[in-house]
């Protein structure tokens, strides 16, 4: 059988890592697959290792759907995967028109990808599962509200937005202040599309884990170590780090997995949580959201070509799931990638994979 898949924002890093993933599982499952990818950016979309690819508008603009039914009856898709965020929300939101094409897709509800932060702490809060505390801005004056209920340094960023979109530690309310009116100024944001919250100096963690119909299929934790470009970076943050070593840590698969419950009632698709640890170790979740982390298939393909087996990737199970397929080996829970193992990328110098009794591995 040969697979017909397109892929959304394939230029893209995330999306180009899941098109590698993609391609070792097939290669180890001896199986075709065509892959169709597409990109707003003509210049990334000649990165991944595509069949055919397409330039297409941005999601926001009305033709972006009709270029994709086009492109899917030209090639007859069967399945289709929209890798950013904000374009999965807008297939997500149209899932009729794609369904009368006979398309397969495995999304969350649109609701669940890339949702409101202050949305997500306040169910979060309901649940009892433990948030940073934060004020969300309306106007400038919430900024001293914030400075008068929590001890500086602070932390603000925007309420939408991945990256760690217009973030910044702040000492004081005049800081705070003035970045909100720079960017306001620079037509980046506007005044109420800010949070600021307690700054949490502890490890930064991210859990990922694969969802069907309610059901937890797997999931892994890792520690993020270094970030690409810090040094020219205002918050030291960049989105997706560059060193970054898994963890296995009972307390965050329970916040994790009990996050993920709380954004939906029937968890469906990829998820992905962030969670910052205080000065005495606390996790904090920060956000929650039903979308891929750009390093979790290149973590799945790590794996994957180090012991020869697609058990360990995602991006090729995840396939599998959405053409409602049996995976023929049982997934732990918790834990998919053992402890220890460092994966350690830059621009323009590859991937490697440290492993915890001094091995090395060169995957890209």
Not at 169 to 181: D, F, N
Not at 342 to 360: A, N, S
């Amino acid at each position: 059988m040969r697979r017909r898949i397109l892929i959304t924002g394939s230029g893209g890093i995330g999306g180009a890592n899941f098109v590698r993933a993609l391609r070792e599982g097939a290669k180890l499952e001896n199986e075709e697959i065509e892959l169709v990818g597409t990109d707003y950016n003509s210049y990334h979309l000649e990165l991944p290792d595509l069949d055919y690819r397409y330039q297409t508008p941005k999601h926001t603009d009305p033709k972006f759907l009709n270029t994709l039914l086009s492109i899917i009856r030209k090639h007859k898709i069967e399945f289709l995967h929209p890798h950013p965020s904000v374009e999965a929300r807008v297939v997500s939101e149209n899932k009729d028109l794609f369904k009368k094409e006979g398309v397969l897709f495995y999304l969350p509800r649109p609701v669940e990808i890339a949702p409101d932060k202050e949305y997500v702490r306040k169910i979060l809060s309901e649940r009892g599962i433990p948030v940073p505390k934060t004020v969300k801005i309306s106007q400038m004056e919430d900024v001293d509200r914030a400075f008068s209920e929590m001890n500086p340094p602070l932390w603000i960023r925007a309420v939408r937005g991945a990256g760690g979109r217009l973030s910044l530690m702040v000492r004081s309310p005049e800081e705070a202040k003035c970045w909100i009116k720079l960017n306001v100024m620079q037509k980046r944001a506007n005044v109420d599309d800010f949070i600021i919250h307690e700054y949490l100096p502890g490890r930064d963690i991210a859990f990922d884990s694969l969802w069907y119909k309610g059901k937890l299929i797997t999931s892994y934790s890792r520690a993020r170590l270094e970030y690409p470009l810090r040094h020219i970076s205002l918050s030291g943050i960049t989105g997706t780090p560059s060193v970054a070593i898994t963890i296995e840590d009972d307390r965050i698969n329970k916040i994790g997995e009990e996050a993920v419950k709380a954004l939906s009632p029937e968890p469906h698709g990829f998820y992905s949580v962030d969670i910052k640890e205080d000065a005495q170790g606390r996790p904090f979740v920060t956000e929650v959201d039903g979308k891929w982390h750009t390093t979790a298939p290149l973590w799945g393909l790590s794996f994957a070509k180090i012991n020869k087996i697609n058990y360990y990737n995602l991006t090729y199970v995840y396939i599998k799931l959405g053409y409602n397929e049996q995976i023929n080996y049982s997934l732990p829970k918790y834990n998919l990638y053992p402890a220890g193992y460092t994966m350690v990328r830059q621009m323009d110098c590859g991937v490697i994979i440290l492993g915890p009794e001094g091995e090395k591995w060169r995957i890209v």
